[in-house]
């Protein structure tokens, strides 16, 4: 298998990327993405494999809060409720990635990656979203390092629970589903 640059200063094996696309390919599935921490970089790994453009429609960088709204769709009452680093902001982040992309699946991603607290919240702390036929799961971790192994755990992350959904419904898991896909 060829080395995958991006992959590999991630921290991600290559071929596991690889086979994540090929699933997404082989069920007729596409992915898209709305993020903030990582800042586009889970779509940048997802495209750095070949044949990818089978698969990833696109992805939302919104950094900024104000674009969680307006280009992801995430409730401006819920982020004055909650603050952009919630868990309600990855369901929403990854619902309206696959809906603003017209994606089977949606991933959604928003933390803190330091090296300074953000509105209360620690470096470290990432909420996950995926939002699928099944509808949405959301899961948060904790993560110690800097801000590049924060960010590239969160990559990891992110795409393990997208292919722990691919091989089995959320509910099949025993986990709750958030809510419904649209």
Known sequence: MARNPLADALGLLAADLTALVEALRERGET??????LTGGLVAAVLTS??????????????YATPLKTDLAGVSAADLADH?????????QLAEGARRTCGASWG?????????????????????LGVSGPDGTTVRTIGVDGNRHQVRSAAVGAVL??????????????????VSSAQ
């Open 49 to 62: 494999v070949p044949g990818s453009s089978a698969v990833v429609r696109g992805g939302l960088v919104v």
């Open 107 to 127: 991933l959604g991603l928003t933390g803190v990656a330091g090296p300074d607290p953000q509105d209360g919240v620690e470096p470290g702390v990432v909420h």
């Open 31 to 36: 992915v898209a993405t709305a993020e903030s």
């Open 83 to 91: 603050g952009p680093v919630h868990p309600v902001v990855a369901e």
């Open 160 to 177: 393990g629970l997208l292919r722990a959904c691919l091989d089995e419904p959320p509910t099949a898991r025993g986990e709750a589903v």
